[in-house]
């Protein structure tokens, strides 16, 4: 991790629907500010949320998942 991506390196447990969206939002804006870069998946509501990220300075890896239907079940952190 670098100083760009160190707020993103806790693990979070996804428990209730407004830990996913709050962690969608985060995620989100890291990406339009090109901190976060998605390598595979994609940061859409569907019925599950299965997402690679990297950062974009020093390539630390970090993976977003959740079962939307429950907004719940998942997690966010590094991998």
């Not at 870069?37 to 020093?58: A, H």
């Amino acid at each position: 991790m670098c100083q760009q991506c160190d707020d993103f390196g806790q693990h979070i447990q996804i428990k209730l629907p407004a830990d996913l969206k709050v962690n969608m939002n985060r995620v989100n804006t890291a990406v339009a500010k090109k901190l976060l870069r998605i390598t595979t998946g994609e940061l859409q509501w569907s019925d599950y949320i299965n997402c690679d990220l990297t950062c974009t300075k020093c390539d630390a890896d970090y993976h977003l998942s959740c079962e939307t239907y429950h907004g719940s079940g998942g997690s966010w952190g590094p991998k």
